[in-house]
């Protein structure tokens, strides 16, 4: 792979150069010397929406950073009742280290370009780097806290409040170059289908819809095209989310 110099000095390959996870995820722990020694296993994988990108109980022989676009994770029961249980953005992590297969399935719920890892190159150099490995930890226990705050929402909040807040969760991470504290207005394509986000929230598709509507009637958001949203003001929404 080609490699270039940083504003370091240091020889760091292209590819991590433009990298969210470098900076935000993973990477960030690796030095240049260490990145180069993981650019030599990785390779970057583009994939159209609707793709299946791990399926459950599938064997583990790789990972992945999200480097753009956003993957739907999915359980399925026993009756093939789906339910959507989290979504990953650039630059999260998607698999489990050291995990023999894996639990859940995962698609990609728009375009997405992965950065694959083999399994053992990124375990072997876990046991190598504690502050990779503190970074995964870091990581895990952050979805951890992410997944407790939507139980909140899925348990006590209205079906308003559970789709506002579902936007704000959209536009607040599907741009990895963004602060989110530092967003007034955000405008961007609805990565899931009216029938995943009721999966996800808990509702029908009906009343996904009806609040989508509500929400459109008061001027929260905007809809262009049924599928790109813009949000004028990001404080308006984040106040309809309760």
Request: glycine share 4%; hydrophobic share 40%.
């Amino acid at each position: 792979m080609t490699t270039r110099k940083d504003i370091h000095n240091s020889e760091i390959p292209v590819l991590c150069q433009s990298c969210e996870a470098r900076h935000r995820g993973i990477c960030g722990a690796l030095d240049a010397e260490q990145l180069i020694e993981l650019a030599r296993h990785t390779r970057q994988v583009k994939q159209q929406s609707g793709t299946e990108l791990v399926a459950d109980s599938e064997e583990v022989n790789s990972y992945a950073n999200v480097m753009q676009g956003v993957v739907k994770l999915t359980k399925m029961l026993s009756d093939g009742r789906q339910q959507v249980i989290g979504l990953q953005f650039a630059p999260d992590f998607l698999g489990r280290p050291f995990a023999p297969e894996s639990k859940m399935s995962a698609e990609a719920a728009s375009d997405v370009s992965l950065c694959k890892i083999p399994r053992k190159a990124l375990e072997s150099m876990m046991k190598q780097n504690p502050q990779l490995e503190h970074r995964l930890l870091m990581q895990t226990l952050k979805e951890l806290d992410e997944a407790r705050d939507w139980m909140v929402t899925l348990g006590r909040k209205t079906a308003a409040e559970k789709v506002a807040s579902f936007l704000y969760l959209i536009a607040t991470n599907i741009n990895p170059s963004l602060d989110p504290d530092e967003m007034t207005s955000a405008k961007f394509d609805l990565p899931l289908t009216r029938v995943d986000i009721a999966d996800f929230l808990g509702l029908t598709v009906e009343t996904v819809s009806r609040q989508l509507t509500k929400l459109r009637k008061d001027d929260v958001i905007q809809i262009e095209h049924n599928r790109t949203f813009i949000v004028p003001s990001m404080e308006r929404l984040e106040l309809r989310c309760g």
